[in-house]
């Protein structure tokens, strides 16, 4: 934090930049504007903000994962040829993202 008040200070350009807060451990945007006798510095409670962005990335991160899986899956049914082809598609994708150690498929024959 040192090194930024100074380079601000040298620089003469205002400049911002979070930190974490080691007494409370809350996120603070702290901006620093040079003025004649030095730096003036505001800071801004942004833990909320930086909460909820981690949450919306985490939640990009997971809809993404799901989405390639769901791909990897059409795909690979799309190219099963046989009942065995199916069920093995099937082990092979869908078992391990619910740690599955089983799985039952129920064939239906006929037009009934």
Not at 4 to 18: E, M, Q, S
Not at 36 to 46: E, I, K, Q, R, S
Request: proline letters at 5%.
């Amino acid at each position: 934090m040192e090194d930024r008040c100074r380079r601000a200070a040298a620089d003469g350009r205002p400049t911002g930049f979070d930190i974490r807060w080691p007494t409370d451990n809350r996120w603070y945007h702290i901006r620093l504007v040079p003025v004649p006798d030095g730096l003036t510095a505001y800071l801004t409670d942004v833990t909320e903000r930086r909460t909820q962005a981690a949450r919306r990335a985490e939640a990009e991160r997971v809809g993404a994962e799901q989405a390639a899986r769901i791909s990897e899956l059409s795909n690979a049914l799309a190219d099963a040829v046989t009942t065995e082809d199916v069920v093995q598609v099937m082990a092979t994708h869908v078992l391990p993202p619910f740690d599955a150690s089983g799985l039952l498929m129920l064939c239906l024959e006929g037009g009934s």
